[in-house]
């Protein structure tokens, strides 16, 4: 299966996921049709073996893994078989493990998902279980907040100062904070039993982009409601967010000036790149995601937007973040 195939075949599924989470589905999809019955068949500290049925017209397949609580995706591998071992995991740790396939001749797809945790290390390997997921901590909060409307696998915890890091937020006097990860529905209600102004983290970036949280008032607690996973931060002090973010760049960890890139559209005839991570293609400029770029592709940038680069990947033309690159070749800002 070649990378062109297996990036639709993960668009396919990725824009399947969202369309789940939209309607307040669970993380694991229906396993039902060409490709069923995803199970753990041996689950160890570090590695995972996962087993599948599947029509004999399916030729190859390919598997996905992502650890709970991040944004990262990763390519475990292709095979031609119907199971498959996952290895170098950490231990007593969630992952979520997806299965794909594109047959060429069916004109066929479809995809599993599976949620599992890794065995701790002082315990026996587990075997033999068809899916381990961790209960939801959403219930285990301090009084002082109240979270609703999460899923089974929807996961909370409280963070101090220095896990929000960002002191702009920081010296607007945080009175709590709450992180959330894992399955995120279009209506998790969160709630603080003080007042104050409620701001959002935004986990789909990096570094995490601050956003305003409409807030209101229910029994005597400000609430907010939000999609997707993230921080959930309540201030004594209202802060201004009409301010460009300060993206940092992944390499030096220096803020990137902003003012320069945001005047206008700076059009580029001779730059190449290279990929340090996998990045969405957006339509527009944090646009609507319409596909990925993979690490260690080389593609060619023809503008900067702002914190974006228009490029062209497979085909299709959209817009990456501008921070996660190597420069091969020319000016490329």
Not at 176 to 203: H, K, Q
Not at 303 to 322: A, L, P, Q
Request: with cysteine; charged share 20%.
């Amino acid at each position: 299966m070649s990378e062109r195939q297996l990036a639709k075949v993960f668009r396919i599924a990725l824009f399947i996921s969202i369309a789940a989470m939209l309607l307040g589905a669970n993380a694991v999809l229906a396993q039902t049709g060409p490709l069923s019955n995803l199970r753990v068949k041996d689950l160890r500290t570090t590695r995972v073996t996962i087993k599948w049925d599947a029509e004999s017209f399916i030729s190859e397949f390919a598997v996905y893994y992502q650890r709970l609580g991040t944004d990262e995706l990763h390519y475990a591998g292709g095979t031609t078989g119907t199971t498959f071992s996952i290895k170098g995991l950490l231990p007593y740790t969630s992952y979520q493990i997806k299965v794909l396939f594109y047959d060429e001749i069916a004109r066929a797809e479809a995809a599993a998902t599976i949620t599992v945790r890794t065995a701790a290390k002082s315990k026996e390997p587990a075997a033999d279980r068809s899916e381990v997921t961790p209960p939801t901590t959403c219930p285990d909060l301090p009084p002082m907040v109240a979270v609703s409307g999460h899923s089974m696998l929807t996961q909370c915890r409280m963070v101090d100062q220095s896990a929000i890091g960002r002191t702009d937020v920081i010296e607007h006097d945080v009175i709590a904070a709450v992180d959330i990860w894992s399955e995120v529905t279009n209506r998790v209600e969160v709630c603080f039993r003080n007042e104050g102004t409620l701001v959002f983290l935004d986990a789909a970036y990096t570094p995490r982009k601050l956003m305003p949280l409409l807030s209101f008032g229910r029994d005597g607690m400000t609430c907010g409601l939000v999609n997707r996973a993230g921080t959930v931060v309540l201030l004594r002090e209202p802060m201004q967010l009409d301010q460009p973010i300060v993206p940092v760049d992944p390499v030096t960890a220096d803020p990137v000036p902003t003012a320069p890139i945001e005047a206008s559209i700076v059009p580029l005839d001779n730059c190449l790149i290279k990929l340090v991570e996998t990045l969405f293609l957006r339509a527009a400029p944090d646009g609507e995601i319409i596909g990925l770029v993979w690490q260690n592709s080389e593609v060619p940038v023809f503008e900067i937007n702002g914190h974006w680069y228009k490029v062209e990947f497979e085909g299709r033309t959209g817009y990456i973040s501008r921070y996660f690159r190597e420069v091969l070749r020319g000016g490329c800002g």
